[in-house]
């Protein structure tokens, strides 16, 4: 059951998180003044963003989770998963304003998807290696590959349905682009709230499984 829970919150979670290289690199390439100086920086480099975050800010959750289970006060995984959708969806409302300057005909500042990716970064780093950590604690042990194998596949889900939000933005309809974003904030957030008051449910029924 607990597997089931997360299955669908690592699927929630990544069609949000995925954006990334799909409407978000979009609007880097047509609403964003790339323009540093001399160099008309490619709207491929913000693509950067998140792999230095996630190097920057790892060992820092890796310290947090550490410091928090040694004072028993450790949240348990779906109360991180919870966590992770909420940041994803808070990236989302940034986004929605930073629309807001494109529908009135301007272009914004790189530092908009860059406050994005920030929180994305820690949505991701609540949610995968905890994700990944659970599928192979909660498993029997003659099922752990099949069970990695389940939490690959809720990826690959979440990819896809990235891939169908992402094809509802529509470069000629400018005006629908807040309401796109605010949609996937309630997304990541409604998901989140869930997740939040299921997880003592959750956590009874993982028994010792931290």
Known sequence: GVMFLLFLGCAMFWAGFEQAGASLNLFSE?????????????????????????????????????????????????????????????????????????????????????????FHTFGELCLSPVGLSSFSKLAPARFVGQALGVWFMATALGNNLAGQIAGEFDPNNLPTMPGQFLFIFWWGAIAGIVMLLLSPWAKKLMGDSR
Do not use: E
């Open 30 to 118: 047509r609403h964003t003044d790339r323009m540093i100086g001399n160099w008309d920086m490619s709207a491929g480099v913000l693509q950067s963003v998140n792999p230095i975050f996630i190097i920057l800010f790892a060992p820092v959750f890796a310290a947090l989770w550490v410091t928090l289970g040694k004072r028993n006060l450790d949240p348990s995984s779906p109360v991180k998963f919870g966590l992770g959708l909420i940041l994803m969806g808070v990236g989302f409302i940034v986004m929605y304003f930073a629309s807001q300057y494109v529908v009135a005909g301007q272009k914004v500042l790189p530092t908009w998807l860059i406050l994005t990716y920030l």
